[in-house]
């Protein structure tokens, strides 16, 4: 369990990053969830250690992680939002060298433990090919295998899905809820289906604050009967911007299809729908 406790952190310039967050992480696989600028890498980098809190605490399993950073490091995989440029050596020796800066000395230990790493993230065919030549998918891939290396207790994964195509996202999805079945594992996204689609439980983060936090499912529920929807034109948009809670609007066919949160039908055109989590997430959004 990752228990923060009123974490604060405001940078040089004022932005006040993290603002008075607190939460609960219990094992398995954690949504963390926010627009751009959410704050959502800040609290990462400072759950890792990268960085430290002005003042709030962080507890790993009873660890006091603010006094004792390298207890959490020993259990900790972190793969960073922009996870460096690669060399020209292959999947295959960088992970042997990244298995021995983790501390793996002994030889036959840490040729199996790269080599089952290997075969998890589906890279064992092409273990031998330089990480540079890597699609997308399978640099985040690579990420996550060389962030289990040592067998994390805490895995953090930084906007893992962006820019990966959705064969590539949804077999780097399925990789992660096999690991979150024993450990936590953090997943920080501004992609709502992510959650939706594998998280337990999520906390939504926006200008640094946590918005709401528990089972996306529950969260879902609290709009029931409140979330609408009907197609409008362009002009009509803007009138109903004006006058109702406008969730969401997208091309449907060409024409804009609108999402209002109402408590009773705004007006004929719109039907009652079924709410999910981006309708939650934008209501959330509209009120920060
Ligand atoms: N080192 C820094 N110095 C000053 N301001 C920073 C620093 N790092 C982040 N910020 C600011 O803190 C806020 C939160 O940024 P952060 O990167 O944590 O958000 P985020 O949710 O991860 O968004 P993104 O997905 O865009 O990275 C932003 O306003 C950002 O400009």
């Keep these: 369990m990752l228990s923060l406790k009123q974490l604060n952190k405001t940078y040089d310039n004022g932005v006040h990053a993290i603002d008075h967050i607190s939460l609960e992480i219990p094992t398995g696989l954690f949504g963390l969830l926010g627009p751009n600028g959410a704050g959502k890498s800040s609290l990462m980098r400072t759950i890792a250690t990268l960085q430290d809190a002005d003042s709030g605490t962080i507890h790993f399993n009873g660890v006091d992680v603010v006094a004792d950073k390298a207890a959490l490091r020993r259990q900790l995989g972190y793969l960073p939002q922009d996870f460096g440029v ?9 992970l042997n060298h990244f298995a021995i800066l983790k501390g793996l000395t002994h030889r036959g230990e840490r040729k199996e433990a790269v080599e089952a790493l290997l075969q998890l993230t589906n890279l064992w065919e092409a273990r031998k090919r330089a990480v540079a030549s890597y699609s997308g998918g399978m640099r985040q891939r690579f990420g996550i295998a060389q962030a289990l290396l ?18 590539e996202r949804n077999r780097f999805l399925n990789l992660l809820a096999h690991i979150g079945e024993n450990v936590v594992v953090i997943l920080s996204t501004h992609i709502v289906e992510d959650v939706t689609d594998l998280c337990p ?34 002009g009509e948009l803007a009138e109903y911007q004006q006058r109702c809670t406008v969730l969401s609007s997208r091309l449907v066919g060409g024409r804009p299809q609108i999402n209002v949160y109402a408590d009773s ?9 079924e709410p999910d989590l981006e309708d939650v997430y934008f209501l959330q959004l509209r009120a920060a």
């Design 201 to 234: 439980r999520m906390a939504m983060i926006a200008k640094g604050r946590v918005l709401i936090e528990g089972a996306p499912q529950a969260a879902i529920a609290t709009l029931r009967d409140r979330v609408w929807r009907r197609s409008v034109s362009d």
């Design 150 to 167: 040592g067998a994390p207790k805490l895995v953090i994964v930084d906007e893992p899905t962006a820019g990966l195509d959705p064969d």
């Design 265 to 273: 039908q705004p007006d004929e055109g719109f039907r009652r729908v």
């Design 86 to 94: 690669y060399p020209k050596v292959s999947a295959l020796e960088l």
